[in-house]
């Protein structure tokens, strides 16, 4: 028999062990993933949401409905988490989980639209029984192995998905137009997995919540510490948002720019270019300040800052992750010295308010002409065209002033002869009412309900002029709700009603 060299020997049994090795290690990869899979799917919900939104084109009337289907989780206190999105505009909501074949109504607790997360619940207690809630984990890492799960498109069953963390950084959140903490995961999603767990060592490492379109395998969800800054946000019974500091800051990669500031090699930071009235800025910072650091965590010149695992992202996070009404301590450099700024945290408006999910729009008739406040989805129904004014105040993001709080436009004109030669100015501005500037809708309507006498004078932005005949005006109206099948009054002015989210 041919012995082996005792040096050759001990290499294969090293190779053999290590083969071994690998074999064990993966058995228990397998063992640990089954394991997570039990627990998770039980847990793991789909929900059916039957829509209703407002037309904004024809603010008096809904859309069609729709049927939309997203996934939850169900974590402690007989909550599901799931999306925003998923229960935006929703009529009727049922939820189903794997080992029960009834589905069950559900309704809203709690949503925060601006970090697209809700919590719902359902009233009949069965739902829950025998089910183990999910927990909140930490922040995830890059290249940390993950699995999403959820209720995809192509079956009535709960999938799950494997991938790893690619990429931790702020990003726009679709449903909001905010941008925010993503993690960018490379797990397959698909339609129907939003609202779906993301799991990662046991724990919800985020919420599945949109995909990047003609990429394969590139999903975002909303990372954990934005999940727990939501339920935090939740504990009093009222959501206030999320914060913003409300100054528009630059990057400061230019030496000359440093040099110019007196910034000098050793201190980096973003540059302060304005600040929005009226935010939590507003009064402590100013033009030409230097950010030097948020609550200690130092400002590259690139506006970011380090996040525990190495990974960096806008430092707008370490805002963004508080609760409003919360402090935050900025490191500034401002004419020639270190110095520190303490900010209370609060959110503020701008003249294109965020989206709100009203159950009806706001609007006025009068004389045939409609009238709307500008929000978030009266721009997004215009699609191809955003008149020059309008389209400034949205993408600039123009902030609210002592003087004008929202912006009204002429969306429509209901053809009468009481508005003939008005068709044109539709999407102009309104500017003052009796030669009172308007602040908002509602001083608008105001307005125009106290105005007296028997003309109307409304000037636009464009320092047109229109002259409505009060009489003539309000017998026209009576004319066209019937024409048009408009129900009720010419305008709904239960604010409250009209604009609070659910």
């Given at each position: 028999m041919q012995?082996?060299?005792a040096s ?7 190779v053999i062990?290590?083969?071994?090795g690998v074999?064990v290690t993966s058995?228990i ?13 039980p847990a ?15 603010p ?11 996934s939850?989780?169900?974590i ?8 925003a999105?998923?229960?935006?505009w929703?009529?009727s909501?049922?939820v ?8 069950f109504?559900a309704h809203?607790?709690h949503?925060?639209h601006s970090c ?9 207690s ?7 809630p999910?927990?909140?984990?930490e ?7 993950v699995?999403?799960y959820?209720y995809p498109?192509?079956g009535?069953t709960?999938?799950a998905?494997?991938?790893i963390?690619?990429?931790l950084e702020e990003d726009?959140y679709v ?8 993690v ?14 993301v799991?990662?060592d046991?724990?919800i490492?985020?919420?599945a ?6 990429a394969e ?11 727990a ?9 009222e ?10 800051c ?7 720019l440093?040099?110019?500031l007196g910034?000098?090699?050793?201190r980096?930071?973003?540059i302060?270019?304005d ?6 800025a ?15 965590l130092?400002?590259?010149?690139d ?9 960096r992202?806008?430092?707008s996070?370490?805002i963004?992750?508080k609760?409003i ?9 401002r004419?020639g010295?270190?110095?520190n700024?303490s900010l ?14 009203p159950?009806?729009?706001r ?7 409609v009238f709307?406040?500008?929000d978030?989805?009266?721009?997004e ?6 008149p020059p ?8 993001e123009?902030?609210?002033s002592?003087e ?9 004109v209901?053809?009468h002869?009481v ?5 044109d ?11 009172v ?8 309507n105001?307005l125009l ?12 932005d464009d320092?047109?002029?229109l002259?409505i ?5 309000r ?11 408009i129900?009720g009054?010419?305008?709904p002015?239960?604010?409250?009603g ?5």
């Open positions: 012995r082996i060299p050759r020997a001990f290499t294969y049994a090293l062990a290590c083969l071994g074999v058995w990869r397998q063992v640990i993933a089954r394991a997570e899979t039990e627990q998770v799917i793991t919900v789909q929900i059916t949401t039957v829509t209703a939104a407002p037309d904004y084109a024809k008096w009337q809904l859309e069609a409905t729709k049927t939309i289907s997203g939850g989780a169900i402690g206190g007989h909550r599901i988490l799931t999306n999105h998923n229960v935006a929703a009529a909501i049922e189903r989980r794997p080992g029960l074949q009834k589905k109504s809203v607790v949503v925060d697209d997360l809700a919590l719902l619940t359902v009233d009949d069965a739902f829950f029984q025998g089910v183990a999910l927990e909140i984990g922040m995830p890492r890059i290249e940390s192995p699995a999403a959820g498109i192509g009535e709960a999938s998905t494997s991938g963390v690619s990429r726009t449903h909001s137009q905010r941008d925010l903490l993503v960018q995961i490379d797990a397959a999603l698909n339609p129907g997995n939003s609202g779906g767990p799991i990662g046991g724990k490492v985020a919420i919540m949109q995909v990047l379109e003609d395998n590139v999903g975002y969800g909303i990372p954990a510490p934005m999940i800054r939501f339920l935090v946000d939740a504990e009093d019974g959501i206030a948002g999320v914060p913003r500091m409300g100054a528009y630059l990057p400061m990669e230019n030496d000359a440093r040099r110019y910034l000098g090699e050793g980096t930071g973003s302060v270019a600040v929005g009235y009226g935010s939590s507003w009064g402590n910072l100013q033009r030409d300040d230097v950010i030097l650091a948020v609550d200690g130092p400002v590259a010149n506006c970011t800052i380090q996040l525990a695992g190495g990974a992202t806008d430092f996070y370490a963004e992750r609760q009404g919360e402090s935050v301590v900025l490191r500034i450099w004419s010295r270190e110095q700024v209370v945290l609060k959110d503020y408006r701008t003249l294109v308010s965020e989206p709100s999910y159950r009806r729009c609007y006025r008739i009068e004389g045939g002409i709307q406040p500008v978030q989805h009266l721009a129904s215009l699609e191809d065209y955003i004014a309008v389209y400034k105040a949205v993408v600039l123009e902030t609210q002592p004008r709080g929202e912006l009204v436009v002429i969306t429509s209901l053809p002869a508005n003939r030669g008005y068709e100015w539709v999407w102009d501005i309104v500017e003052s009412v009796q030669g500037p308007v602040r908002d809708f509602d001083h608008f105001q309900d106290e105005a007296d006498g028997q003309w109307i004078n409304i000037t636009l320092a047109s002029r002259v005949d009060r009489g003539a005006a017998a026209a109206d009576e004319e066209l709700l019937v024409s048009f099948g129900p009054d010419r305008w002015m239960s604010s409250e009209l604009v609070a989210a659910r």
